[in-house]
């Protein structure tokens, strides 16, 4: 989801793309008939089939816990190697990377003496436990790190809780989620600088709900380390109105543990190209996903989009000049290895990738894309994708960066690179949370996302 904030920052440049006098049929049609005949095959196909949703079936029920280090993942990956070929894509292998191994242990925290509550809380990936027995202290309420570096010698020996809200007035969510995200980062970071024993982290939603968010969290080695929680935000409002009539004593205990590295692996397969096989567009998403809920929106549909899109290609007949080359990366949540790995691996072959693809903002409708590339290069991409306005997915922003967190390599190595927007309004209702299941995908809008992947994937293949 580093996608989500970065995607933010840019999507006021669309508006200047596209252009307001021309209706979505005619600027299709003008762009070119036969680009416009592909989308929309792409699209009807995509509905007709609703296979995308079976993709996604079949990963969260083989695979429902796939946090990168865990078995689930290994799981997850033959999963992918027999989906691949199922699919009937060719040059399917796993590469190997190492990846952490962090797992999460007893959770559980609530106020002790006058007022006495529960407090539905879950470890931040990458925390360290608390004693057997949990911390306990008095709790200090803090919105902006530096209102607790004032506090200072007031902070020591007690348990911070970083209680600032996504705020709910900026238009993107991705935007909301990147002012307020520091905290569950860095958080307990600077509770360690100030003496304290502990951070508490309001959880990553606008939502008022039950359901702690978990996520990566670092740490500085020239700092003490302290655990760290995410709290449900429905007892993040609790606990501040308990602070408000005065002090407030805390128990935690986590049982987390980080273990050695383990083996681990990206998913590759291949569409291979007609004329210039050699040369590889790729498409991807993140094959790992927290262990709080199944993964479903983040980033399964991701999975689902990408593996769904050369399905849909070889059942239209499609064959890009290109090779399309799926990649279900690895450790996307807690350290980016897979990312790594797979830059590393191809390093002697850059040249030969022509453009990567991004999915992992969610299975919502649609919307378009965002580009690394800029001036003439980003004009000739938009008008190949224009017939996408007919499925609502014709936004369009140059110059935004990676497109991708799992991309980003391929990024600083030159390639150009695309992250695919939807509509994620409820996007952070669900991310890292037990909530994030099945029931809260719709079909339609993840057979869309994928039939976008397509037609994007096949035009820059052929460009």
């Known amino acids: 989801m580093r996608t989500a904030a970065l995607l933010a920052a840019a999507i006021v440049l669309v508006a200047c793309k596209v252009p307001e006098s021309s209706s979505s049929a005619a600027a299709s049609t003008a762009a070119d008939p036969l680009l416009a005949a592909r989308c929309a095959q792409l699209a009807d196909r995509a509905l007709a089939d609703n296979h ?54 007893e959770e559980r925290a609530e106020v002790v003496g006058a007022g006495a509550m529960p407090l539905r809380v879950c470890a931040l990936g990458g925390s360290i436990a608390t004693p057997e027995h949990g911390i306990e202290a008095e709790v200090i309420e803090v919105r902006t790190f530096e209102q607790l570096q004032e506090l200072g010698e007031k902070a020591r020996g007690k348990i911070v809780f970083f209680n ?78 308990q602070l408000k009539l005065g002090p407030v004593r805390v128990h935690l205990v986590l049982g987390c543990q980080t273990h050695p590295d383990v083996p681990g692996a990206n998913v590759v397969g291949e569409l291979r190209g007609s004329e210039r096989p050699d040369e590889v567009v790729v498409i991807g998403g993140h094959l790992d996903a927290w262990d709080l809920g199944r993964g479903a929106h983040d980033d399964g549909t991701g999975i689902a989009h990408v593996l769904e899109a050369v399905r849909l290609l070889k059942a239209c007949g499609v064959r890009p000049k290109r090779t399309i080359r799926v990649v279900l990366f690895a450790n996307e949540e807690n350290g980016l290895r897979g990312a790594l790995a797979y830059a590393e691996t191809h390093k002697d072959e850059m040249s030969l990738h022509k453009a990567a693809i991004e999915t992992d903002g969610g299975g919502f409708s649609p919307q378009g894309f965002s580009t690394s590339l800029r001036d003439a290069e980003a004009e000739a991409v938009r008008k190949l994708f224009l017939p996408l306005q007919d499925l609502g997915a014709g936004a369009f ?67």
Not at 210 to 223: L, N, S
Request: with cysteine; glycine share 12%.
């Open 52 to 105: 995308a949703i079976e993709i996604l079936k079949g990963l969260v029920t083989a695979a429902p816990k796939r946090l990168s280090g865990s078995p689930g993942y290994n799981d997850a990956v033959q999963w992918g190697l027999a989906t691949m070929r199922e699919i009937g894509l060719e040059n399917i292998r796993a590469e190997p990377c190492m990846v952490p191994c962090w797992v999460r242990g």
């Open 164 to 241: 600032r809200p996504m705020p709910r007035i900026l238009r993107r969510t991705g935007q909301a989620y990147g002012e307020a995200v520091p905290q569950r980062s860095n958080g307990a970071i600077e509770a360690g600088k100030v003496g304290a024993i502990g951070a508490i982290v309001r959880s990553m939603t606008t939502t008022i709900d039950e359901y702690p968010h978990t996520g990566a969290m670092h740490y500085d080695e020239a700092v003490t380390k302290v655990p760290a929680a995410a709290v449900a935000t429905v007892d993040a409002e609790a606990l501040s109105a």
């Open 397 to 463: 922003a140059a110059g935004a960066g990676a497109g991708g967190a799992d991309i980003g390599p391929l990024h600083k190595a030159g390639v150009p690179c695309f992250g695919l927007w939807v509509d994620g309004q409820r996007y952070f209702d669900y991310h890292h949370t037990a909530a994030d299941d099945l029931p809260m995908v719709n079909e339609r809008e993840l057979a869309l996302g994928a039939a976008v992947i397509a037609y994007a994937a096949s035009v820059l293949a052929n460009r």
